[in-house]
C-alpha cells in the first residue's frame, strides 16, 4: 500500500526545491478549477494506456479530488512497478497555489 503524503508535506518539498512528479487522476472538468503548478494531469482511467510517459526511476506524488480516486492509483501504478505516494485528502486539502 502507498504511504500517505500530507499536502503540507508535499508543499514543504516543493518550497525547498526538491524534485517533485505530481500526477493529477481527476477529470478533466475537475483540474480546470485549478492543478498543482508542475503536476501532470493523468485522468484515471487513462493510467494503463499512458503509463509509457512516466519513468520507472522516478518517485511519483498523486492526488486526485479527495483521495478516493488517487488510492486507486497508486495501486494500479504500483502494481505496473512505479514508486508512488498518495497525497492525504486529495486537491480538497491543498492550500497551496493552482495553476
Known sequence: MAKLVTPEEVMKRI?????????????KSETAAGIIPGAEHIPLGQLVLRKSELDQ???????????????????????????????????????GKTE
Open 15 to 27: 518550497q525547498t526545491g526538491e524534485e517533485v512528479n505530481i500526477i493529477d487522476v481527476r477529470e
Open 57 to 95: 526511476g522516478k518517485d511519483y506524488i498523486i492526488t486526485c479530488q479527495s483521495g478516493n480516486r488517487s488510492k486507486a492509483a497508486c495501486g494500479i501504478m504500483e502494481a505496473l512497478g512505479y514508486k508512488v505516494e498518495d497525497m492525504a485528502g486529495g486537491m480538497n486539502a491543498w492550500s
